[in-house]
């Protein structure tokens, strides 16, 4: 079993200056809502709290966005949600993603609690080119993980995990990397060793990261640093939701901070304008000056994660 940081340290945490510098003229990373809807109610999770309207992602809309991503910069991660899950999409989904390699992206993501990855959509995202898969499971133990992972079913995401990996194997193939999260909390600190030891064992790479409080949507005690840096999700992300808004921060899961709207604008003016006053202030440490919601937040501590594995 191996371990590396996934970054290096910078005041508390592990972070290299490189993920705290503004991106540029284009973000690094572009989290797309495919759907905002959800088979679990997590309890670490503020999409139990959304209010804003439930929706699926139009083709035109994904086309759009898809299209300027691969002339501007064909290397920015694409992850497939934004807040929701998207497996519910099954066909669709897998047409997205094909479409998305087609275009010359190097970097399409997903990430899912894996409760609906089952033999036809396992071969579906290995067919389609996906290049990373990431399994949410927080738990070593079926109790542990019935408290975090509301209406889920822990033996049937490990079967699925398990069904993924050696279907990859069979086809010989080094795509999608497929990781297994753990989200560290109170309740699971225990188990995280065997569940490293476990997964690791099996092929998968494990990826530990802090809770985070969704804005102080929930309750996160490990967030306690004072010693401020700019925000990674400010510096690097972009959030654009099912119907086209492009958020501020990666977040803000009910979309209320909203830059610009994709249907009428590039993702690069949208880049350049608002969202850019917002990461010029933390860029000058005016954290003071910041709007509330980002003004008061502590999410900008757990842009971290370890990787064991691989």
């Keep these: 079993m191996t371990f590396r940081e996934s970054e290096n340290t910078l005041s508390e945490l592990n972070l290299s200056e490189e993920r705290i510098r503004d991106s540029g003229a284009f973000p690094k990373v572009i989290l797309l809502d495919t759907t905002n809807h959800c088979n679990l109610r997590c309890s670490m999770c503020g999409h139990r709290l959304m209010t804003r309207k ?96 509301v209406g889920g079913d822990y033996n049937r995401v490990v079967k699925n995990v398990k069904q993924m990996l050696e279907t990859k194997r069979k086809m010989c193939v080094p795509n999608p990397r497929i990781y297994v999260q753990f989200v560290e909390m109170e309740e699971n600190a225990n188990e995280k060793d065997d569940f490293v030891k476990y ?74 304008g608002k969202h850019r006053e917002l990461r010029k202030l933390h860029l000058n440490c005016e954290y003071d000056l910041l709007p509330n919601f980002c003004r008061d937040c502590k999410d900008w501590q757990a842009a971290q994660a370890s990787f064991y594995g691989e």
């Excluded at 990430?111 to 399994?135: K, P, Q, R």
């Excluded at 306690?224 to 808004?245: E, F, V």
């Excluded at 803000?252 to 901070?257: G, H, I, S, T």
């Design 54 to 149: 439930k929706g699926t992602m139009s083709m035109t809309l994904f086309r759009k966005i898809i299209d300027e991503i691969a002339e501007v910069d064909p290397s920015v991660r694409v992850w497939m949600v934004f807040f929701g899950e998207a497996l519910i999409l099954r066909y669709k989904l897998l047409w997205m993603i094909l479409y998305a390699k087609r275009k010359g992206l190097t970097d399409v993501v997903l990430n899912t609690n894996g409760n609906l990855l089952d033999e036809e959509m396992v071969s579906g995202l290995i067919e389609s080119g996906l290049d990373a898969i990431y399994i949410g499971i927080d738990a070593f133990k079926p109790e542990t993980y019935k408290k975090y992972r």
């Design 199 to 272: 997964w690791s064992d099996l092929g998968a790479i494990v990826k530990i990261r802090p809770k985070v409080s969704w804005a102080g949507a929930v309750e996160a005690k490990n967030l306690t640093s004072k010693n401020r840096h700019p925000c990674y999700w400010a510096m690097q992300c972009l959030p654009i939701t099912w119907d086209g808004k492009a958020v501020l921060c990666a977040v803000d899961f009910d979309a209320q901070f909203v830059a610009g709207d994709v249907n009428n604008k590039s993702i690069q003016s949208i880049w350049l």
